[in-house]
């Protein structure tokens, strides 16, 4: 008898191990997949971006096929009226490239940095894009499996950070400092810079106990 409760208790713990087991497998089987998803999104959101920014260049081309359309790209995009490319709702105000690190991200505007819109995008979460004498601060999540900026503990002295703005403008920066802080230290946002514009990316260590910053500067 003593053996035959035995064994149905380890039947019933087995039973709760296999469900444990298999609920576990179908929660980190979603994860990524939402991840996956969410990485497809953005990958299309940026081509919009991309595509919305390269036609109204086009159409200026057309009219004068002199013009110089590097020098115009901003003013050519804001008095054309440049249609809002949206992400999930939020506005997308340029976007980021980390060629090392294989991503291409939309950046959300500062005023709808949250929780919610950290879960989808990269954010500006101080100062403005590609502003003369300006330091961005860009904020994304630590995914841990390669998305966002999970992969900028890879990033080194001399490796290239490429800005797209909302009027056109791609400006490349270079990485020059790298290292971690604590939570609650915002000083790289607010650091004094010099002539050039700056670019600060910030997200969590990979034990979330931490920042790791990044800092680049206009090449």
């Known amino acids: 008898m003593f053996n035959n409760k035995y064994s149905k208790v380890l039947t ?4 709760i191990v296999i469900i444990g087991i298999l609920g576990l497998l179908g929660f980190l089987g979603f ?10 999104e953005s990958q299309e959101v940026v ?5 919305e920014h390269s036609n109204q260049l086009a159409n200026v081309e057309a009219i004068d096929p002199d013009i110089d359309l590097n ?3 901003g003013e050519t995009t804001a008095n054309n009226g440049g249609k809002v490319v949206k992400y999930k709702g939020y506005d997308v105000i340029g976007t980021i490239e980390i060629p090392k690190n294989d991503i291409k991200y939309p950046i959300i505007r500062q005023e709808d940095v949250g929780i919610n819109s950290l879960k989808i995008a ?13 330091n961005a601060v860009l904020i994304g999540h630590n995914y841990r499996n390669g998305t966002f900026f999970s992969n900028n503990k890879k990033l080194t002295k001399g490796d290239k950070i490429y800005i797209t703005d909302n009027d056109g403008n791609k400006v ?7 290292y971690e802080t604590s939570t609650g230290d915002f000083d790289y946002a607010t650091r004094k810079i010099g002539d ?3 670019i600060s990316l910030s997200t969590c260590t990979d034990d979330s106990k931490r920042r790791l910053i990044i800092w680049a500067k206009e090449e």
Request: with cysteine; hydrophobic share 35%; proline share 2%.
């Open 12 to 15: 019933v713990l087995l039973v």
């Open 31 to 40: 994860d990524a997949f939402r991840r996956r998803s969410i990485e497809n």
């Open 47 to 51: 081509r919009q971006f991309e595509n």
């Open 71 to 73: 020098s115009l790209a």
């Open 122 to 134: 990269i954010c500006n979460l101080y100062g403005e894009l590609n502003e003369p004498g300006g």
């Open 172 to 178: 490349t920066y270079i990485v020059y400092k790298k």
């Open 196 to 198: 050039k514009r700056e």
